[in-house]
T-cell receptor, first 114, second 112 residues
Framework: KAGVTQTPRYLIKTRGQQVTLSCSPISGHRSVSWYQQTPGQGLQFLFE???????NKGNFPGRFSGRQFSNSRSEMNVSTLELGDSALYLC?????????????FGPGTRLTVL | EDQVTQSPEALRLQEGESSSLNCSYTVSGLRGLFWYRQDPGKGPEFLFT???AGEEKEKERLKATLTKKESFLHITAPKPEDSATYLCAVRTGGTSYGKLTFGQGTILTVHP
């Protein structure tokens, strides 16, 4: 079974630009969660989508948004980029039908904001 | 607010020198405690899920245990390839769909 895939793997943007990251979950998984990982804050939860609906959201500004498509693929968008948005962005997929589901992570997208 | 604290922040071992990593948590309504391994530049790789106090799981040189306040990841006779950052995360009840709360991780280095 193919794992979680994320594209692109690396991105370099400048302040004020916007960016869209993509995540394809494991086949059969309907839940996609997004996380931001930085050396100072570690892994922090951004939001979760299940069957095209956002079910949960972390404490991030409205510049961070996402969506999920009918095939469970998900995208996240960051508008008006700031230097502090430089991070590894990880998505994780799971069945999403139980609070005890295991999440499986993709390789991440490394975003650098100059 | 859910809190997860891992210790030590970094651990250096000689090959074959067994040790333990600690993950202490303060949460309301634990639904699961997860251990992941993360290599530099890669996404976390799932290791174990523990659901209730007293539960233990093993995989090769790793053994995870859970009490009501903490979890331990025991590494027996580690090898250099076990070098990685080990992350602990919790899932709680309520409206925590899709959300794992992570500790800061323990960076493990195993010298040959």
């Amino acid at each position: 079974k193919a794992g979680v895939t994320q594209t692109p793997r690396y991105l370099i943007k400048t302040r004020g630009q916007q960016v869209t990251l993509s995540c394809s979950p494991i086949s059969g998984h309907r839940s996609v969660s997004w996380y931001q990982q930085t050396p100072g804050q570690g892994l922090q939860f951004l939001f979760e989508y299940f069957s095209e609906t956002q079910r949960n959201k972390g404490n991030f500004p409205g510049r961070f948004s996402g969506r999920q498509f009918s095939n469970s693929r998900s995208e996240m968008n960051v508008s008006t980029l700031e230097l502090g948005d430089s991070a590894l962005y990880l998505c994780a997929s799971s069945h999403g039908t139980s609070l005890t589901d295991t999440q499986y992570f993709g390789p991440g997208t490394r975003l650098t904001v100059l | 607010e859910d809190q997860v604290t891992q210790s030590p922040e970094a651990l250096r071992l000689q090959e074959g020198e067994s040790s333990s990593l600690n993950c202490s948590y303060t949460v309301s309504g634990l639904r699961g405690l997860f251990w992941y391994r993360q290599d530099p530049g890669k996404g976390p790789e799932f290791l174990f899920t523990l659901y209730s106090a007293g539960e233990e799981k093993e995989k090769e040189r790793l053994k995870a245990t859970l009490t009501k306040k903490e979890s331990f990841l025991h590494i027996t006779a580690p090898k250099p390839e076990d070098s990685a950052t080990y992350l602990c995360a919790v899932r709680t009840g309520g409206t925590s769909y899709g959300k794992l709360t992570f500790g800061q991780g323990t960076i493990l280095t195993v010298h040959p």
